[in-house]
């Protein structure tokens, strides 16, 4: 289905109490429970691995949409399948062989997604795209949270959408979403939309109706 799903980054969440904001979220209404997972080569910056992402599984009632910034990252896709995750996403840059990489996590068991950096062209999934679940389309270069959205990504959107045609793929947004942007890469054709900063900010699990209205006002 096409209606527009809200998928907040707990990037932005508070790190020492991930499983009470993980229900928070989801109870102000997040679809999918997005989980940043960054190694400090492929991304400048570190974050979770397997055990972590495997504690945050009882929690998510939702959907657990883990999104691999590592490279190499077919060693390790048969541990994060077992920690639970529901949707894998690599990045097409991650290695030479993305086709091998989406067959592995469908193997896995999971739901397979491929994401592109800034500056990787629409046209490096074509062949692909009867692998895929999902197209991350990277609206900052990964890494962090809270960067500035980049703008030449929403004509990438559209030819991805023109692309994929009548195939059930979800086009799914990562970086610098908030209520202004949304709209834009919403019409341009995505129906996942990533949020770390644009969630959490303002709130925390003592006042999670401010995650509620931010939620809304995407
Ligand atoms: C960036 C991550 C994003 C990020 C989004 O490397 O993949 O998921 O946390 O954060 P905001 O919404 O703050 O740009
Ligand atoms: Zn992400």
């Known amino acids: 289905d096409r209606t527009l799903k809200i998928a907040p980054s707990i990037l932005s969440a508070d790190f020492a109490d991930f499983g009470r904001e993980i229900r928070a979220i989801e109870d102000q209404g ?5 989980v940043d997972v960054m ?3 492929f991304v400048p910056n570190l974050t979770f691995g397997p055990p972590a992402v495997k504690a945050f599984r009882p929690h998510v009632k939702t ?8 490279a190499p990252v077919d060693p390790f896709i048969a541990a994060y399948a077992e920690a639970g995750a529901d949707v894998i996403t690599a990045h097409f840059e991650a290695g030479p062989h993305p086709h091998r990489t989406l ?3 469908r193997a896995a068991g ?3 997604g491929l994401a592109l950096n800034p500056g990787t062209p629409a046209a490096s999934v074509e062949y692909l795209l009867d692998m895929v679940d999902l197209v991350c389309v990277m609206t900052v270069n990964p890494g962090f949270g809270g960067q500035k959205f980049i703008h ?3 004509d990438k ?3 991805l959408r023109r692309m994929i045609g009548t195939r059930p793929v979800h086009i799914e947004i990562d970086g610098g979403v908030d209520p202004t942007t949304a709209p834009l890469v919403a019409d341009a054709g995505a129906d996942v939309l990533v949020a770390g900063s644009a969630v959490f900010k303002g709130g925390s699990v003592d006042t999670p109706q401010v995650y509620g209205q931010n939620i809304r006002a995407i």
């Open 63 to 70: 959907v657990m949409d883990v999104h691999l910034m590592i």
């Open 157 to 159: 959107i559209k030819q």
């Open 110 to 112: 999971c739901k397979a």
């Open 30 to 34: 997040a679809d999918w429970v997005h």
């Open 152 to 154: 030449s990504q929403v």
């Open 39 to 41: 190694d400090g080569h």
């Open 103 to 105: 067959q592995a996590i």
